[in-house]
């Protein structure tokens, strides 16, 4: 039998998610109420300025006091899409101190802060719900936190932000730099007027960490994370990477280490084979590898922004957390029990693609192997092309850490015979 009284919920932040959110929840609240067991009742929706248009939202449920919608007391969910640190962190406090269970799809604030969140969600007795903070409409915060609780994750590789993932495959497709590729992404509403957050890899980053402490039961933040943005990835570097049968991604890339003693998190440009799954992730889509010891690899695809997407995976979080209200329960809440350190990038192996501009002329592919040999980083295939005194030279390794390969670029930067190092790449998904 439903219950008829119904759960209360708070929504904080109304605009392209947010709206999409509270016009769901008005449009199908009947679908909703047989879903959950009882009807969900929008009662508040928190703004920073009234007055605004917004198309299919109830007027009257508008306020800028976002602390007294969370702190009145009688409120069973509150869902924060603000972003941001604060005033999202204290209003999610409050709502955790006045018995509210939270849905949230601040990426940012968890990565800094989710341990702390956690806490105060387990010591108030209610959910903290986080699907929409990491890939939009994928599923994957669940999988990773219940279907696959069982089973030992090892890694998690994959495209978790689709502004980057569009320019790149902008600048692959039609031959475009990465200006004229930015600029298509912002005329097409993909890119933010400010883009940094994306292009620099900051939202990767911060996405990174919460799909590691997730993964592999530790504490991880988003400063745990070494990240790279894309700004510096050139036309040459693409055709290079068409070259070799690749393709270049901005990748997450959370990784146990084989004696299980440490874990690393890390976001950075890569080049990876076309025959690999996620070369052929176009436009502004995402997806994720899951690689774990029984289930095998594991792949979720789909949009990862966008209103509709993203609300569709904070109804979801909705849905099971007031389930959740409704039978005393509470869902899985912050698995940390493992406390692996996390490695730093320059005890990371992995591969590397290095473009030298070099002087054409006898000796100079000996010289720059022996500096790589001189560091122990061993060379899997070399590509040179010369003309008129000007030559380029390129070489990928095979596994070599990070330091070993920074001390090599050093040492061939030294070489008279080496006039630049153009570009250094590193190759994944082999």
Do not use: W
Not at 137 to 157: M, Q, W, Y
Not at 158 to 174: A, E, P, Q, S, W
Not at 259 to 284: C, F, K, N, Y
């Amino acid at each position: 039998m439903m219950r008829t009284r119904p759960l209360k919920v708070a929504l904080l932040g109304c605009g392209v998610v947010g709206s999409e959110v509270a016009r769901i929840m008005t449009t199908d609240a009947a679908d909703l109420a047989a879903r959950i067991g009882a009807p969900v009742e929008l009662v508040g929706i928190a703004v920073r300025r009234a007055g605004r248009p917004r198309p299919g939202v109830p007027e009257h449920l508008i306020t800028t006091d976002a602390e007294a919608l969370v702190g009145r007391g009688d409120i069973d969910v509150v869902i924060e899409v603000v972003g941001g640190i604060e005033p999202s962190k204290n209003l999610i406090l409050t709502a955790f101190k006045q018995g509210a269970s939270v849905v949230s799809a601040n990426k940012a604030l968890l990565a800094k802060d989710g341990a702390e969140l956690h806490a105060a969600a387990a010591a108030a007795g209610v959910d903290l719900y986080y699907e929409a903070a990491v890939a939009g409409a994928i599923p994957l915060i669940r999988p990773l936190r219940e279907s696959l609780a069982g089973d030992r994750v090892n890694r998690v590789l994959g495209i978790v932000n689709g502004t980057t993932n569009f320019i790149l495959d902008k600048m692959d497709t039609t031959g475009a730099g990465y200006s004229e590729a930015l600029e298509e992404a912002t005329a097409l509403g993909y890119a933010e007027a400010d883009p940094t957050a994306d292009v620099e890899g900051f939202d990767a980053a911060a996405k990174a960490a919460i799909l590691a402490g997730i993964a592999f039961h530790t504490k991880v933040t988003a400063a745990d994370v070494y990240r790279e943005g894309l700004t510096e990835v050139t036309a040459a570097d693409i055709a290079s990477a068409k070259a070799m049968g690749c393709v270049v991604k901005l990748l997450a890339i959370c990784e146990r280490a084989a004696d299980g003693a440490s874990v690393t998190a890390r976001v950075h440009p890569a080049m990876i084979p076309l025959s690999h799954p996620l070369a052929s992730v176009r436009e502004a889509y995402n997806a994720v590898f899951v690689e774990a010891e029984a289930a095998g690899r594991l792949m979720f695809y789909g949009p990862g922004a966008g209103g509709a997407p993203t609300a569709s995976a904070v109804l979801g979080d909705l849905v099971a957390v007031c389930r959740n209200k409704l039978s005393g329960a509470t869902g899985p809440g912050d698995s940390v029990y493992t406390q692996l350190p996390a490695k730093p990038m320059d005890q990371v192996v992995t591969r590397y693609h290095v473009s030298l501009d070099v002087d054409d002329r006898a000796g100079v592919l000996a010289q720059v192997a022996s500096v790589f040999a001189e560091h122990n980083v061993s060379i899997d295939t070399v590509r040179q092309q010369g003309r008129d005194g000007d030559a380029s030279l390129v070489v990928v390794t095979h596994r070599a850490t990070d330091a070993a390969l920074s001390a090599t670029v050093d040492k061939l930067r030294a070489l008279d015979s080496v006039r630049d190092v153009a570009s250094i790449m590193r190759v994944e998904g082999e």
